[in-house]
């Protein structure tokens, strides 16, 4: 997760630009903590979706294979 220091770079940045507007360092620098951000809420996600098992009305796993898949290849990322 991203430090309340750059979440909140991140919320200056955007009200100046709405208001006065961004010299063209301020509008990189924008767009490098919007990355970072957008990087870090992809990895919770996928994180908080490997953790999840579906199973039908019998208690049978029907988790999609895709999903299978990647847990797998996370896992095994892990191990080396």
């Known amino acids: 997760m991203l430090s ?3 979440i909140a770079r991140i919320n200056e ?3 100046k630009s709405k208001g006065e ?3 063209a360092s301020e509008s990189k620098e924008q767009q490098a903590l ?3 951000y957008l990087k870090s809420m992809r990895q919770s996600f996928k994180n908080q979706l490997h953790s999840v098992k579906v199973v039908d009305d019998k208690g049978n796993d029907v ?3 895709k999903l299978k898949e990647s847990k797998e290849n996370s896992n095994s990322d892990l191990l080396h």
């Open 13 to 15: 940045l955007a009200r």
């Open 63 to 65: 988790t999609p294979k």
């Open 4 to 6: 309340k220091d750059k």
């Open 21 to 23: 507007g961004l010299s």
């Open 34 to 36: 919007r990355q970072e």
